[in-house]
């Protein structure tokens, strides 16, 4: 492939504005740093004090965080001091570094309880740890430190506006737990551990007495005893399968209308033969 003179030449030239371009771009940015690094070394606490809340205004929380956390160490216990912490705490939110945020909001509201802005800090800690909550297949410390944080906020400042929106977080949080709860059930019962599979599922009827999914959960452990008595030695057998019928009886009682309850028949008829089997009637 051959290239004529002029294409050669336009490579050239191109290749030269880039590289200028490079370099100006490097050093601007290295006296941007050395500006920066020049105000962090500046001795005037008010001057810094100033610089840390105009970065911080015009959204360069990186830069307000540097001077905030420099502050912090210098500025005694004083109005000036509340301002600082409170707006360090916040550059952490605001840039999404939600396990600092927690921590330092937290300890904002902790340090100052009674100023202004220690509700703000206190629901904002909550959040945090709502934003660290993954999806419902994973662990879910960061959901229950998520519900323990509101609900403190919520028993803190009862009369504040936030308290609705902190009640559906925490139904919603709550219902990310249950559904956890509920995989974790259901994968005892597909791995066989019928025992555990029980024990689960009548857990989450205490953790969870409201459930709109109380129907399956009651089903479930209906299920479950039902395959863990027929996997028993024969002479548990007896004692397990009057357990099936007693969670029968339950789970009629509970649900008379259910479209399962056809299926829970059948496990109580089959306990039934089985009893009458195993007792010789």
Same mark, same amino acid.
């Given at each position: 492939?051959h290239?004529?003179?002029?294409?050669?030449?336009? !490579?050239?030239?191109?290749?030269?504005?880039?590289?200028?371009?490079?370099?100006?771009?490097?050093? #601007?940015?290295?006296?941007?740093r050395?500006?920066?690094?020049?105000?962090?070394?500046?001795?005037?606490?008010?001057?810094?004090?100033?610089?840390?809340?105009?970065?911080?205004?015009?959204?360069?929380?990186?830069?307000?965080?540097?001077?905030?956390?420099?502050?912090?160490g210098?500025?005694?216990? *004083?109005?000036?001091?509340?301002?600082?912490? $409170?707006? $360090?705490?916040?550059?952490?939110?605001?840039?999404?570094?939600?396990?600092?945020?927690?921590?330092?909001?937290?300890?904002?509201?902790?340090? #100052?309880?009674?100023? =202004?802005? !220690?509700?703000?800090?206190?629901?904002?800690?909550?959040?945090?740890?709502?934003?660290?909550?993954?999806?419902?297949?994973?662990?879910?410390?960061?959901? &229950?430190? !998520?519900? &323990?944080?509101?609900?403190?906020?919520?028993?803190?400042? =009862?009369?504040? +506006?936030?308290? *609705?929106?902190?009640? &559906?977080?925490?139904?919603k949080?709550?219902?990310?737990?249950?559904?956890? &709860?509920?995989?974790?059930?259901?994968?005892?019962?597909?791995?066989?551990?019928?025992?555990?599979?029980?024990?689960?599922?009548k857990?989450?009827?205490?953790?969870? =007495?409201?459930?709109?999914?109380?129907? /399956?959960?009651?089903?479930?452990?209906?299920?479950?005893? #039902? #395959?863990?008595?027929? +996997?028993?030695?024969?002479?548990?057998?007896?004692?397990?399968?009057?357990?099936?019928?007693?969670?029968?009886?339950?789970?009629?009682?509970?649900?008379?209308?259910?479209?399962?309850?056809? /299926? !829970? /028949?059948?496990?109580? /008829?089959?306990?039934?033969?089985?009893?009458?089997?195993?007792?010789?009637?």
């Amino acid at each position: 492939m051959h290239f004529s003179c002029r294409n050669i030449i336009f !490579a050239v030239m191109l290749a030269r504005n880039l590289i200028l371009l490079a370099i100006t771009v490097a050093t #601007f940015l290295s006296c941007k740093r050395e500006n920066f690094e020049k105000i962090r070394m500046n001795s005037g606490i008010d001057f810094r004090y100033d610089k840390a809340f105009e970065y911080y205004n015009k959204g360069d929380f990186q830069k307000a965080q540097y001077l905030f956390e420099d502050l912090m160490g210098i500025i005694k216990l *004083s109005e000036k001091a509340e301002r600082v912490y $409170y707006h $360090y705490a916040q550059t952490h939110f605001k840039l999404k570094n939600y396990i600092s945020s927690s921590y330092y909001l937290k300890q904002f509201y902790n340090t #100052f309880p009674n100023s =202004p802005l !220690a509700e703000e800090a206190l629901f904002l800690s909550a959040e945090s740890f709502e934003k660290l909550a993954p999806s419902f297949r994973l662990t879910q410390d960061d959901s &229950e430190k !998520a519900i &323990e944080g509101y609900q403190l906020f919520v028993n803190t400042y =009862p009369g504040s +506006q936030r308290v *609705s929106i902190s009640n &559906e977080k925490i139904d919603k949080l709550r219902k990310k737990l249950e559904e956890k &709860e509920m995989e974790n059930a259901k994968g005892y019962f597909r791995r066989m551990d019928y025992q555990a599979a029980t024990h689960c599922f009548k857990n989450m009827l205490v953790e969870f =007495p409201d459930s709109k999914n109380a129907e /399956e959960i009651r089903f479930m452990i209906l299920k479950s005893n #039902f #395959f863990y008595a027929k +996997q028993s030695i024969l002479n548990k057998q007896t004692e397990r399968f009057n357990i099936v019928k007693n969670e029968f009886e339950q789970f009629k009682r509970k649900h008379p209308e259910s479209q399962m309850l056809k /299926e !829970a /028949e059948s496990y109580n /008829e089959i306990s039934n033969q089985r009893i009458k089997f195993l007792t010789n009637e």
